[in-house]
């Protein structure tokens, strides 16, 4: 069982910075595989980043490559998104996964994948 919380959302103008951070409860943090998503208002829930338990493979979505930047610190039971030059556009509900997998490389984009979900932190950007 793994308990997800995460924090560092907040309101930012168009082309600030934040950075999220989810902190997870258990002993097996590194066995677990983890991923970002969002949702924004009438919107379906979407994938944003991902990243393997050894932290040596990474997925982005298309929307965000080159702006956001996943990472983790198994030690710290942590996994970070930092989001860079924002847009209007980001604004959602944050919500960070997990995923208990073997493979030392899996990563996924699919929220089916993934086993446990965090409530979610707020990401306004304002134009």
């Known amino acids: 069982q793994v308990q997800l919380v995460e924090s560092g959302g907040g309101l930012v103008q168009a082309g600030g910075s934040l950075r999220l951070a989810c902190a997870a409860s258990?002993?097996?943090?590194?066995?677990?595989?983890m991923g970002w998503f969002r949702q924004a208002p009438g919107k379906e829930r979407e994938f944003v980043a991902a990243?393997?338990?050894?932290?040596?493979?990474?997925a982005y979505a298309d929307s965000v490559k080159g702006r956001f930047t996943i990472s983790r610190d198994n030690a710290k039971n942590t996994v970070y998104l930092q989001m860079n030059s924002l847009k209007p556009e980001d604004t959602a509900v944050y919500y960070c996964?997990?995923?208990?997998?073997?493979?030392?490389?899996?990563?996924?984009?699919?929220?089916?994948?993934?086993?446990?979900w965090g409530q979610g932190t707020q990401v306004t950007v304002s134009s």
């Open positions: 990243i393997s338990w050894a932290g040596g493979n990474t």
């Open positions: 996964a997990a995923a208990f997998r073997i493979s030392r490389d899996y990563v996924s984009s699919l929220p089916a994948e993934y086993s446990y």
């Open positions: 258990g002993p097996t943090f590194f066995r677990y595989a």
